[in-house]
């Protein structure tokens, strides 16, 4: 029982690249979501999805996009990398709604030049 | 929007000393969240809150839920070298959940 994995663990980017980052879990969780952690800041949602085919913005959508087309997967793309978007990504998966049953991944930590 | 003000940003101590942290809002939330995090892992829960007043222990851990539903605090009580990382509060209403900056903590022994 792996919990939420996340690939790669870290990337370097040139600003304009493109590169997507994939997060699996294996219980069978509803909810999943994607973050970024930034100095001095709070997790912040980027995206959600409640199931199976579906997905939501969060409070930073702009500049990513995602699929859930596996239950057990959730992809996060970025288009056209920019040195904004330098950050630690998480992943995380829930029974619940943003629940305390939130588990998360190791993070990926990303650098775009 | 709602935000937490989580303080103080970092501290460190010596081994064998208590820690206090908290998180405040001009915002009432319904349940609170008190994560850590480790080094090169993600958030791991550690204590959740789900009404006003509320007190919970984890081990050495002790959180409450503040009275006016716009605060929680932290404490860990004789601090050892593993509890060093990175503490976020989160407090959660309706369909939103908000984190706290985090506290960083190390512990000199």
């Known amino acids: 029982n792996a919990g939420v994995t996340q690939t790669p663990k870290f990337r370097v980017l040139k600003t304009g690249q493109s590169m997507t980052l994939l997060c699996a879990q294996d219980?069978?969780?509803?909810?999943m979501y994607w973050y970024r952690q930034d100095p001095g800041m709070g997790l912040r949602l980027i995206h959600y999805?409640?199931?199976?085919?579906?997905?939501a913005k969060g409070e930073v959508p702009d500049g990513y996009n995602v699929s859930r087309l596996k239950k057990q997967n959730f992809l996060l793309g970025l288009e056209s990398a920019a040195p904004s978007q330098t950050s630690v990504y998480f992943c995380a998966s829930s029974y619940d709604f943003l629940g305390e049953t939130q588990y998360f991944g190791p993070g990926t930590r990303l650098l775009v030049l | 929007g709602q935000q937490l003000n989580q303080s103080p940003q970092s501290m460190f101590i010596q081994e064998g000393e208590d820690v206090s942290m908290n998180c405040t809002s001009s915002s009432i939330f319904n349940t609170w969240l008190w994560y850590k995090q480790e080094p090169g892992e993600g958030p791991v829960l550690l204590i959740a809150?789900?009404?006003?007043?509320e007190l919970t222990s984890n081990g050495r851990l002790t959180a409450q839920f503040g009275i006016t539903r716009k605060d929680s605090f932290l404490n860990i009580s004789a601090s050892i070298p593993s509890d060093v990382g990175i503490y976020f509060c989160?407090?959660?209403?309706?369909?939103?959940?908000?984190f706290g900056a985090g506290t960083i903590l190390r512990v000199k022994s």
């Open positions: 809150l789900y009404k006003a007043g």
């Open positions: 989160a407090g959660r209403i309706s369909n939103k959940l908000v």
């Open positions: 219980m069978n969780h509803e909810y």
């Open positions: 999805s409640v199931g199976e085919g579906t997905t």
